[in-house]
């Protein structure tokens, strides 16, 4: 149980800070995907995306580690399976094109499939 706690908290760390980053610096959030937000749509969409989505699942993560059985259960299970989802549209990408370097695009795949694995791992 320690375990699942520690692993639900350093993955809403993760979205909570690129949430805040995403809310802060957008353009400078998506700068090395070769992204630019050269608007305000552009940087208010950054800002709803990765910022408002990722302080909210953050926050949602936290939240559920107050909460018993189903409901901690349903919110790790629907973000594991989000950040599956994620990192598997990157396998599509890299079907599709390949990224120039390891930094970001596999870099984050990585990090989404350790996070949503070990989010599965955690649940008994």
Known sequence: ????????????????GMGVFGLVAPAALIRPFGMAAGSAEARSE????????????GGLL??????????????????????????????????VERPAAFYPVWCYFWVELAAGAALLAGLT
């Not at 950054?46 to 699942?57: C, D, Q």
């Open 46 to 57: 950054v800002r709803a995306v990765y910022g408002g989505f990722g302080v909210a699942v």
């Open 1 to 16: 149980m320690v375990v699942q706690a520690v692993v639900i908290v350093v993955v809403a760390v993760f979205f909570l």
């Open 62 to 95: 936290l939240t559920a580690l107050a909460g018993a059985g189903g409901t901690r259960t349903g919110v790790v299970v629907t973000v594991a399976v989000a950040l599956l989802g994620m990192a598997f549209g990157r396998l599509v990408g890299r079907a």
